[in-house]
């Protein structure tokens, strides 16, 4: 099985990069990327830079990774309960490539994660919505609520209750690939 993971922050230091990871290393014999959405770093989408220049190759070459993976493992970082400007951005341009929904049908885990006690809800609720139209099949969502109190760099998530609620969601997300 092929994993593509990544944060979908601009963040070096981003926890949703860390929780996604974290949860891709959680399918042994897997092969994983992980991404970094700084590498897809393009100028603001535009209908009027889309006519001039065309779809970046960098949206191009995001599309192609989406393609060939079997899972993706999307941790959202929440700025003002929606996607982050960095998500965003690699979002609209992948939607004008021809012929194509954002995700190609892919399976999704959605994860977010926040040091407040909403723990990305918001961010997640936009997602779940929006998948449909956009080609992602979401299996699971989980959300971690206060990382710093809830999740360690060594041992993962440290939180009961919240880690027993990942693994429930894990193993489905497992069980829908045996």
């Known amino acids: 099985m092929k994993i593509l993971a990544f ?18 290393k959680q399918f042994n ?4 990327e992980l991404l970094d959405l700084n590498d897809f770093e393009m100028p603001l989408f535009s209908v009027d830079r889309e006519k001039h220049d ?8 995001f599309a192609e990774k989406i393609d060939a993976s079997d899972l993706l493992i999307i941790s959202f970082s929440e ?13 609209d341009w992948v939607s004008r490539i021809k012929d194509r929904k954002h995700f190609g049908e892919k399976p ?15 961010v997640v609720a936009a997602f779940e919505a929006r998948a449909p139209f956009s080609g992602a099949n979401v299996l699971q969502t989980f959300t971690l609520p206060k990382f710093k109190e809830s999740f ?10 919240k880690k027993a609620e ?10 829908f690939f045996a």
Do not use: M, W
């Not at 360690?152 to 209750?161: A, F, L, S, T």
């Open 29 to 32: 014999g897997a092969e994983v």
């Open 7 to 24: 944060g979908a922050s601009n963040s070096r230091e981003s926890i949703n990069k860390q929780l996604a990871e974290y949860t891709a």
């Open 79 to 91: 700025h003002n309960s929606t996607y982050t400007v960095a998500f965003k951005n690699i979002f």
């Open 108 to 122: 999704v885990f959605v994860l977010a994660t926040a040091p407040g006690p909403g723990g990305g809800k918001n």
């Open 152 to 161: 360690d760099g060594e041992k993962g998530i440290i939180n009961d209750e």
């Open 54 to 61: 065309g779809i970046p190759t960098l949206a191009l070459q």
């Open 166 to 175: 990942f693994e429930e969601k894990l193993t489905a997300v497992k069980n």
